[in-house]
């Protein structure tokens, strides 16, 4: 992909990090060529890295009928591949989530980055998975609530919520949703009622094995199918933060956290940020319990093996390598490690996680 624009809008994206004004540039990109877009930085953390993710806004949906392509720095992690295995993981597990891609990127014909391009969760990622009609909420965290509490009014729920799908733009669904939620006196009975089970439970099961700890009250999506099943579940969001990331155990780049507890973001077991309430009330509830563990030793026996996951993995890997040292030339990098020693790092955590959680397990049946 090649952006055309003036240097000194470059220099804008670069210096002006959090600003959301969008820049007019020319994209060429596979056949198209000099299409008008609009470009800014995204993010929030991620605006202070030396290499920051890039939104970039298409008109007329010209590629795979997407509004925009997000492009991911993947500026701290040294095997570069953790945020698509990740979306992989979750996509083996059954549930519904972005599509991901490696892209070169090339302003004014200038080698500028490898990126990861993710799929926005929108009306079109829903209507392609079956899901027409359906409703989703971005969980943005503005305070720290966006985790399916009730909040005071529908002011409060955007504020903590972002409306991705188009048509109606009211919360009521949401709101409704959560209400039902914090108010349910029958676990089982709202959760068989209210919420798609088979891919809830997946969800869950892939967070685990991902060990995705930064998605309790933000960086999620809740989809309601409301032409349909009328049910909810939830689609993953922003899931750099997986696969041994963890604040305070990234000391000279490592990824080496493996052992945070399967039930972690329930009340008893927040995370950094807190927990989660729609986990917390799955959790009380033994019968669903004993059907995540199930779920979570399919995967384990399937999907989530080194077998599995190794070709993957290396496939990736070998097709960024030229790419990524080149990258690292530019931008240098938050982490020690070099693409070989990250593969070998992020093969080591998966090993690990998985022993960990069989060990688990026991836990989770009681």
């Known amino acids: 992909m090649n952006l055309l624009l003036p240097k000194a809008q470059i220099a804008v994206l670069e210096n002006d990090k959090f600003s959301n004004e969008t820049i007019e540039a020319q994209m060429t990109w596979g056949t198209l060529t000099n299409l008008p877009v609009k470009v800014r930085n995204r993010g929030r953390w991620s605006r202070s890295w030396n290499k920051t993710p890039l939104k970039v806004f298409l008109p007329n949906n010209p590629v795979e009928n997407r509004e925009c392509l997000n492009l991911n720095s993947t500026y701290r992690d040294p095997s570069w591949i953790r945020e698509r295995l990740a979306y992989h993981v979750y996509s083996i597990a059954g549930v519904p989530a972005s599509k991901t891609r490696f892209i070169e990127l090339r302003l004014n014909s200038k080698f500028h980055g490898i990126y990861v391009e993710v799929e926005q969760v929108d009306s079109d990622f829903l209507k392609s998975r079956g899901f027409k009609g359906a409703e989703a909420y971005k969980a943005n965290g503005g305070r720290h609530a966006s985790d399916e509490r009730r909040l005071k009014d529908e002011a409060a729920y955007r504020g903590e919520y972002e409306k991705q799908t188009k048509g109606k733009t009211n919360y009521t669904s949401l709101i409704d949703f959560c209400a039902a939620l914090n108010a349910a006196t029958d676990v089982d009975k709202f959760f068989q009622e209210r919420v798609d089970l088979d891919r809830y439970i997946s969800y869950l099961a892939a967070t685990i094995l991902t060990q995705n700890w930064d998605a309790l009250n933000k960086n999620h999506v809740l989809v309601h199918d409301a032409a349909n099943s009328g049910k909810w579940f939830v689609v993953p969001w922003d899931v750099d933060r997986t696969f041994g990331d963890w604040p ?119």
């Open 248 to 366: 305070g155990a990234n000391s000279g780049g490592s990824f080496n956290m493996y052992r945070l507890p399967v039930e972690l973001g329930i009340q008893s077991s927040p995370g950094v940020t807190g927990w989660n309430r729609l986990q917390d009330r799955f959790w009380k509830s033994k019968p669903l319990r004993l059907r995540l563990a199930r779920r979570l030793e399919e995967l384990l026996a399937t999907e989530f093996t080194l077998e599995r996951l190794n070709p993957v993995i290396d496939a990736w890997a070998a097709e960024i390598k030229p790419g990524a040292v080149q990258d690292r030339t530019v931008w240098g990098s938050a982490s020690e490690l070099d693409l070989t020693e990250g593969i070998r790092e992020l093969k080591a955590f998966i090993k690990k996680r998985r022993e960990f959680v069989l060990a688990g397990l026991a836990q989770l049946k009681e």
